[in-house]
């Protein structure tokens, strides 16, 4: 098998998938969060400033979520078709509320009567929540496994995929969102609505604090074969140690008021946790609750060498563009939010 600096090309494009949706994670994960708790603002400045704060950015980060997408399909064929059928019916509701967010932030302040801009503020917070949600239960389900058989056909019903576990994984990502984007409104705001966040953060943190035990806890109770690639490994423990520690990190730098400091340390918690669940579930991507041969590996489900070494080039080319954008944008637009005739 071909290999580019001692590792194959199977495994690269497992970490440059897994990369790409970590950077989608925490770049639209603030945002999301943001739009969680949209409806907490009560007077219509806050509600400006907050949805004015992500303006800029939001559309540009879903392009992480395509570039994922794209790599998935590009790099792993059969999980991309099996992910597409296994969960048909979350992935059409998250198109759904993903484009019925775009609408809400684009539309809400065409009109300024009472009625239309609280219609458009409901819509823009309950899709929010429900991206974020949605695919925290797709990454609950991928975590236990799902029911595939030898032809990498799902075997289930879109009920089974509502399992509580899934729904758990769910609630701490929504949590973990609302955490990561309360801390960035509080970086993007000031005066009475600065003091406002400065104690939603507090709140929005001891939240994934609780939801993180709670999962954890039940992780390890109900599917200890999460952790049997650190028992083999040992020197592994080092990741989620260090993630309990960016964790509390995260709480200390809020309490002291170092909220761009919170905001990074926010944003490798994110990071930690998904390198967690890589590291478990490698080299398998789906894992088979029939049997555990009908799993789907990196290797069964990959293209072949010759599109992986040529798509690895692509992606070596692509995604330090689409970083490099992502960085200039967030430069251009740094600061408190002030409204203009040009804010929504």
Known sequence: ???????????????????????????????????????????????????????????????????????????????????????????????????????????????TMLWWRQLWDIIYSISSMMIAFLLGVVLGNLIQGIPIDENFEYQGDFVQLLNPYALLTGLTTLASCTMHGSIYLVMKTEKRLYTKLSIMVSDTS?????????????????????SATFKAHPTLFAVPLITVLIIINTRILLEKGK????????????????????????????????????????YNGASSEKSLSIILLFATIGVPIVATYTFFVFWTFKGKVKLDESSY
């Open 1 to 111: 098998m071909a290999t580019f600096l001692g590792i194959d090309l199977p495994t690269w494009w497992f970490a440059v998938i897994g990369a790409v949706f970590t950077g989608y994670a925490i770049l639209d994960g603030f945002d999301l969060g943001a739009g969680a708790i949209h409806l907490l603002f009560k007077k219509e400045e806050s509600r400006r400033i907050a949805l004015n704060a992500i303006g800029p950015v939001w559309d540009g980060n879903e392009v992480w979520l395509v570039i994922g997408g794209g790599a998935l399909f590009a790099g792993f064929p059969e999980v991309y078709a099996t992910l597409l059928s296994a969960f048909y019916i979350p992935f059409m509701l998250f198109l759904m509320v993903l484009i019925l967010r775009a609408i809400a932030i684009e539309f809400r302040s065409k009109e």
């Open 259 to 298: 909220y761009m400091l919170a905001f990074m340390s926010s944003a490798f918690t994110m990071a930690s946790l998904l390198v967690t669940v890589a590291m478990n579930l490698f080299p398998k991507i789906i894992h088979s609750t029939i049997n555990p041969a009908y799993s789907i590996t990196i």
């Open 206 to 226: 001891r939240f994934f604090v609780v939801c993180y035990i709670l999962q954890t806890m039940v992780t390890l109770v109900y599917f200890p074969s999460m």
